[in-house]
């Protein structure tokens, strides 16, 4: 208990409050992508030209999906 006490303090906030904060600016993208049938996994493994492809055949704009290029 005076673990968790002294990372928050130190940390801010619990890391899986600081991931969900970060995830929440992706979501709606993430959740065009669903609608769309692609697989965001699949989609960073692809190369450039063809996720570009991929995004722009299901109507989809690539600079939102600028992101998957990275990480």
Request: glycine fraction near 4%; hydrophobic fraction near 45%; charged fraction near 35%.
């Amino acid at each position: 208990m005076i673990m968790e006490f002294v990372r928050n303090f130190f940390w801010g906030y619990p890391l899986a409050e600081a991931d969900r904060a970060l995830d929440a600016e992706y979501e709606p993208v993430r959740d065009a992508l669903s609608l769309a049938g692609l697989d965001e996994r699949k989609l960073r493994r692809m190369k450039p030209d063809d996720r570009v492809a991929a995004l722009e055949r299901a109507k989809l704009d690539p600079y939102d999906y600028i992101y998957l290029a990275c990480g």
